[in-house]
């Protein structure tokens, strides 16, 4: 018995090792499970709840209304308006390839950038699969909603510029907001598949323009279909940029630089007030419309604007560098006069030509003007008589006036990407060149060839300086800000700076000079003149390609590209200056005939608008101008 009793207690030992290893492996399960409970109720509890509401609630951001555009008479340029987008929310769907295909039967869309936003954004947030949907693509989504589950279509406020192409460069246009950006931003106002300001004002004032975004909370069904509003929080508008433009004269502008239908064209003019420097009309031409960047361009606009030879993105006023042509003259003028080399009485003789050393450079009349002064020189642009007046004082002297008109600098007005010109000198030609200068090189530059380029708003600031006995006002387009309720927030106020060191009887004689190239026989910018107003300004025809031989071919059988630019610039009243103006027209052969008929058509319409004390609107609308 006894040994059967030590043969079970032996036995049992097994076992209770057994029963051990079970129960320590119970004791850890349990305590795995309970951890793990811990885990998704304690530490996870809260992010978990955030997930589970996300299946049931979700937070959509309501887009602002950017703020509107205005003209200087407070008339809508560029605004909002209603449209459709069309999103799509990830985690929603169950099948996304199978969902797309179906929505890209009835609604094109960049199945590629969609693809790339779905990878990069998380499951749970719209994604934008297109803006601006038309009402019929709007009805298509509606009707399917079962087989579309995720795809939900959202009014939002679109950018609309109400004049098309209409001072485009000025207004600038919207893109997608980059992801460098994206990074940079603080505050979180930003999404991916936003809209920012690329350029002009637009990028300028986004800050201002863009508004606070608000958001709405809605409950959801499994599919993502708004079931209710929870809660809503507006957004606040964009603020108002009243800009200096006249929306009537701008529209005069843009009709009257326009080239013959199916011909290439291109060129620039701004209008600006002389003592305020406020800038009433800029065109650039060729243009664009800002509308197909409002909804997102299309990559196949992109490319066609980005790689037109004409170039119609750039900003000719600001960005364009030619050389003046024959209005630098006013410059080499100014310093001949200051510099006490010439004065009213001072003549040289053009026999249609001039000599120095082996070269021979020729006067644009091949006759020769015969003994010219300055008031002579200016009127009938005659070349001669500055290449006498350049070769006197040098390349250095020139472009210290120059600088003083506001040429070789920018500016500053408030446009991205403004070029500064050149005024060329000596160091100037040793420092880039690595060559020294060449007294046949001052020849050309005293007539607005050789190395000079200036922008078209330089050539405006010029004419405005001449006219405001020697004052430099700085370009400016932007009058005010306020909020969308009219609350005044800034005001902007015209920065002059008085140029003390140029004479006023100088500025008088070139003046008088100007004014006889408009009103006198024989002046090269007749065709600019006015009834009841004088006009004072200078024409320019500025060399595009230098012709070898001395005999230049008639217009007509010299390629587009090849011909001469055509400039014309003013200022007017003449007793009292309220206005100057610069005319470019890339190719278009002489000032006086290509430019000067665009200044004067602008001109015109703007003393009809705003006619002087004693001239009424009748007088120079009369059909007789």
């Given at each position: ?39 998704l109720q304690i530490l996870k509890g809260q992010s978990f709840e955030e997930l ?444 002059i700076k008085t140029n003390e060191n140029i004479s006023q009887k100088s500025l ?118």
């Amino acid at each position: 018995m006894s040994g059967f009793h030590r043969f079970s207690i032996e036995s049992l030992e097994p076992l209770k090792g057994k029963i051990r290893i079970y129960a320590i492996l119970a004791v850890i399960s349990f305590l795995c499970l309970w951890m793990r409970i811990w885990y998704l109720q304690i530490l996870k509890g809260q992010s978990f709840e955030e997930l589970a509401k996300n299946n049931r609630m979700r937070v959509v951001s309501l887009s602002p209304f950017r703020g509107e555009l205005k003209d200087r008479n407070e008339k809508p340029l560029v605004g909002v308006r209603p449209s459709f987008n069309l999103y799509i929310t990830p985690e929603d769907v169950e099948n996304i390839p199978e969902t797309l295909d179906f929505l890209e039967e009835k609604i094109g869309f960049d199945r590629k950038r969609l693809n790339r936003g779905i990878k990069q954004t998380r499951s749970f947030k719209n994604i934008l699969i297109k803006a601006d949907v038309s009402r019929e693509e709007v009805a298509f989504v509606e009707e399917n909603k079962m087989r579309l589950p995720g795809i939900q279509v959202q009014a939002e406020p679109l950018r609309s510029y109400k004049y098309g192409n209409m001072a485009a460069h000025v207004f600038g246009y919207l893109g997608e907001i980059s992801k460098d950006r994206l990074l940079e931003e603080e505050g979180g106002f930003y999404r991916s598949g936003d809209l920012v300001g690329k350029d002009g004002i637009e990028k300028i004032f986004e800050s201002t323009l863009k508004g606070q975004k608000g958001r709405k909370e809605v409950e959801v069904d499994v599919s993502g279909r708004e079931l209710a509003v929870l809660r809503r929080l507006p957004p606040v508008g964009g603020n108002v940029v009243t800009l200096t433009l006249d929306s009537e004269l701008q529209q005069v502008a843009e009709e009257a630089l326009a080239g013959k239908p199916g011909e290439p064209f291109s060129g620039a003019l701004a209008l600006i007030k002389v003592k305020t420097g406020e800038i009433l009309a800029m065109v650039s031409k060729p243009s664009f419309d800002p509308n197909l960047f409002a909804g997102g361009i299309s990559r196949k606009n992109w490319r066609g604007l980005l790689f037109d030879e004409m170039h119609p993105l750039q900003n000719r006023v600001v960005q364009g560098q030619y050389p003046p042509g024959s209005i630098h003259k006013i410059a080499v003028a100014l310093a001949g006069l200051e510099e006490g080399l010439i004065d009213e009485e001072t003549t040289f003789y053009c026999p249609g030509y001039y000599r120095l050393g082996k070269g021979r450079y020729r006067c644009w009349k091949r006759g020769g003007h015969g003994k010219v002064n300055i008031h002579k020189a200016l009127r009938e642009s005659c070349d001669v008589y500055f290449y006498n007046l350049g070769n006197k004082m040098g390349v250095d002297t020139i472009a210290s006036y120059a600088n003083q008109l506001g040429l070789g600098r920018l500016t500053g007005i408030p446009l991205i990407g403004e070029k500064s010109g050149l005024t060329p000198t000596k160091d100037w030609k040793l420092k880039e060149k690595g060559e020294k200068w060449y007294p046949g090189e001052t020849i050309s530059v005293s007539i607005g060839q050789g190395f000079n380029l200036v922008t078209p708003i330089q050539q405006a600031v010029m004419l405005a300086s001449v006219a405001n006995k020697g004052t430099l006002v700085k370009p400016t387009l932007v009058k005010k800000i306020e909020t969308s309720k009219g609350e005044l927030i800034q005001e902007f106020f015209p920065e002059i700076k008085t140029n003390e060191n140029i004479s006023q009887k100088s500025l008088d004689i070139i003046r008088r000079g100007l004014r006889a190239v408009v009103n006198e026989n024989g002046g090269t910018g007749r065709r600019s003149r006015l009834k009841d107003i004088i006009v004072s300004g200078k024409t320019g025809t500025a060399q595009v390609v230098r012709m070898k031989g001395g005999d230049i071919p008639p217009e007509e059988k010299t390629p587009f590209i090849f011909r001469d630019h055509a400039w014309f610039a003013a200022f007017a009243p003449y007793e009292n200056p309220e206005i100057a103006i610069a005319v470019l027209v890339e190719h278009g052969g002489h000032g006086g005939s290509a430019a000067a008929p665009v200044a004067r058509k602008v001109m015109k319409k703007y003393f009809e608008l705003y006619p002087p004390p004693s001239v009424t609107k009748e007088e120079i609308s009369s059909p007789s101008n």
